[in-house]
């Protein structure tokens, strides 16, 4: 018997508000000669919202992860799909089958694309990735890349060498920079001198690199850029680097959930402290006797309760355990009762967590 009893925990999707972001962003690059690969890893590949990038001027949709492309690709989507983590030598004959274009590292993949691709009957593009310091992906001697440029052009007969990129701010924390930027141009026209063309694709980067795009200063040969984030949120922009971005929607997301417990108690802990349920050792203030309420959702929903941004200003956040979010509405109290709703905004972290937990009722509309 089906019942119309609104589920919580809740995340909304504002498809018009996302719909918007995307258009933004990709006029913004494509003035700049820039086309876009459009990330859907990062809210996991929600169905609707992977259909506005498909509808989209974005040159491409982007993921991760095999999974998620091959759900969108089976779903209908018709966008040229590129493969941003290196490929797994397990997942290479579903790269051939359902993906145009990788991001490649290792000449022994190199060499397995290109097998399977003759088993196939098909060509597949690939970029090589560069790694200018931020030390995940890519090649670091500048000879080996050479090297293996030239090899997959003259060798590897059904790839295509597009081109070049690069990774920055994902784990070393490194800066996004027009100097970057032009180091990783200088090594694509090392490369062309070899193979005697000009390489079709100089990818910079992705959400920080698309700053360049907003003050001007990004080099006239980066011609490729692989975002997420910075259309999906647009949140880091100025939370993280102070860059104003208020022509990109901050809400395309809306988390919602329910309050199952308002009480006085004591902003202390009672008893001799140990470790919490994920072995830390907490820190605690003594405000006196607050007012606080749990809500129904937890570290396993959305993982740092820190990266959650309360909508009601006047809310804070306490911390969690695995399935509640323990909030202090001293200052709210009349406002917040057992049953009510609380709504948050996300940040990437939250995102990433929430989209994929099966816990999360998600409805894009």
């Known amino acids: 018997m ?161 081109g070049i990129g690069t990774n920055l701010g994902c784990y070393g924390s490194i800066k996004a920079t027009p100097e970057k930027m032009n180091d990783l141009i200088c090594l694509a026209e090392k490369i062309e001198a070899v193979i005697g063309r000009r390489l079709d694709i100089i990818s910079g980067g992705g959400t920080t690199s698309a700053i360049m795009v907003f003050d001007d200063t990004m080099p006239e040969r980066i011609n490729h850029l692989r975002i997420g984030e910075g259309i999906i949120l647009a949140h880091d922009y100025e939370s993280l680097f102070g860059v104003k971005a208020d022509f990109l929607n901050q809400d395309v997301f809306t988390l919602k959930a329910q309050i199952i417990e308002v009480k006085d108690k004591p902003s202390y802990p009672v008893g001799e402290l140990s470790f919490d349920a994920f072995g830390h050792v907490q820190t605690y203030e003594d405000r006196g006797i607050r007012r606080r309420a749990l809500a129904a959702l937890g570290k396993v929903d959305f993982g740092d309760p820190e990266m959650l941004i309360p909508k009601n200003d006047k809310l804070e956040i306490l911390g969690a355990s695995s399935d509640h979010l323990i909030l202090d509405v001293e200052n709210c109290k009349d406002d917040i009762n057992v049953g009510d709703i609380v709504e948050f905004d996300l940040c990437y972290a939250t995102m990433v967590y929430l989209t994929s937990s099966k816990n999360v009722h998600i409805v894009a509309k």
């Open 2 to 162: 089906s019942t119309n009893v609104t589920r919580y925990p809740l995340l909304e999707v504002d498809l018009k508000k996302f719909r918007e972001n995307i258009d933004c962003m990709t006029k913004l690059c494509q003035d700049k000669g820039i086309d876009v690969a459009g990330v859907i890893k990062g809210f996991h590949a929600i169905p609707e919202m992977v259909k506005e990038f498909d509808k989209s001027a974005c040159k491409y949709i982007a993921s991760s992860r095999m999974e998620q492309i091959i759900d969108a690709k089976e779903d209908g989507c018709e966008k040229p799909f590129f493969l941003i983590r290196l490929p797994m030598l397990s997942e290479v004959a579903d790269l051939v089958k359902y993906v145009d274009y990788s991001l490649n590292s290792e000449r022994t993949v190199l060499d397995k694309i290109n097998e399977e691709c003759q088993k196939q009957g098909k060509r597949h593009g690939v970029v090589l990735m560069v790694d200018l310091g931020d030390l995940r992906e890519g090649f670091w001697d500048e000879t080996e890349l050479i090297d293996t440029a030239r090899y997959v052009d003259s060798q590897l007969d059904a790839i295509d060498l597009l």
